[in-house]
C-alpha cells in the first residue's frame, strides 16, 4: 500500500468544529479535484486507523489541504486530529475517489460533504468557469456552514444556503427535498454532484430520478 509520511505545516478552524489542514505535498503526489485519500495519524496506537479525506486544495498549490469535521462524541481519528498541529506527521495513501468535475450543473451538499466540492469549485473559479454552477448546501445552523465567504464570492447568489434549524430571527427553517430540488432540475445538460451523510446521499438520488434526471447525470462516491 502506498504510503507517505507528511508533516502538517499550519491548523485552524474554520467553524466551530471544522479544522483545516495544511500539509506537506509528496513529491509526484498529484489527484484530481474531488477525489481524497486515506489518512492516518503518525503516532503510536493510530498509524493503521485511516479515515476518507477529501484534498480541499488544488493540485498545483505547493502544498495540500484538508478540511475536516471534528467529532468528540467519540475517541475516534477525528476526535484525535483535535491535537494535531503543526511539526505532527500525518501518514496519507493512494489517491482515489468518483467525484470529479464533468459539466456545469447543481451540487448538492450535506454539511462536511461539501468538501470534495470546495476543490471543484475553487479549479472552476480560477478559470473563470463557475457561472454555470449552483451550490444548495444543507447545514444544521448558520455557524455550521463551512467557509462561507469564499463560496459566496465564487458562487454569489448561486450559493444557496439551506438551513433547519436556523438562529437568524425570522429565518423559516427548511431541508433538501424533491420539492426544492424540482425548482432546479431544468437543464438536460446539467451534471448533478452530491456528497453527504449515506442516508442524505441515497434520498437526493432517488429525488433527482423521480424529477426525471437520469443516473448518468448524477456524480456521487460509489
Request: hydrophobic content about 35%; aromatic content about 10%; proline content about 4%.
Amino acid at each position: 500500500m502506498e504510503k507517505h509520511v507528511v508533516k502538517v505545516l499550519k491548523t485552524n478552524f474554520v467553524t466551530h468544529n471544522v479544522k483545516h489542514f495544511v500539509v506537506e505535498k509528496p513529491k509526484g503526489y498529484t489527484f484530481i479535484s474531488g477525489q481524497a485519500t486515506d489518512v492516518s495519524i503518525n503516532k503510536p496506537d493510530w498509524q493503521n486507523e485511516l479515515r476518507p479525506f477529501t484534498f480541499t486544495s488544488l493540485n498545483d498549490w505547493e502544498n495540500l489541504e484538508f478540511t475536516i469535521k471534528i467529532y468528540t462524541d467519540h475517541n475516534g481519528v477525528t476526535h484525535q486530529l483535535l491535537n494535531v498541529n503543526a511539526g505532527d506527521e500525518l501518514l496519507l495513501h493512494e489517491v482515489f475517489g468518483a467525484i470529479n468535475y464533468q459539466n456545469p450543473g447543481l451540487f448538492i451538499a450535506g454539511g462536511a460533504g461539501v468538501t470534495p466540492f470546495i476543490s471543484i469549485l475553487r479549479q472552476e473559479h480560477a478559470q473563470n468557469q463557475n457561472t454555470g454552477n449552483t451550490l444548495l448546501f444543507a447545514n444544521h445552523t448558520e455557524a455550521d456552514i463551512i467557509l462561507h465567504e469564499e463560496l459566496k464570492l465564487m458562487l454569489g447568489n448561486r450559493l444557496i444556503n439551506i438551513i433547519s434549524h436556523p438562529t437568524t430571527p425570522g429565518a423559516k427553517p427548511q431541508i433538501i427535498d424533491k420539492e426544492l430540488l424540482s425548482k432546479y432540475v431544468n437543464n438536460e445538460n446539467y451534471n448533478y454532484y452530491i456528497c453527504g451523510p449515506d442516508k442524505f446521499t441515497e434520498q437526493m438520488i432517488s429525488d433527482l430520478k423521480e424529477l426525471g434526471v437520469k443516473e448518468e447525470q448524477i456524480v456521487y462516491e460509489h
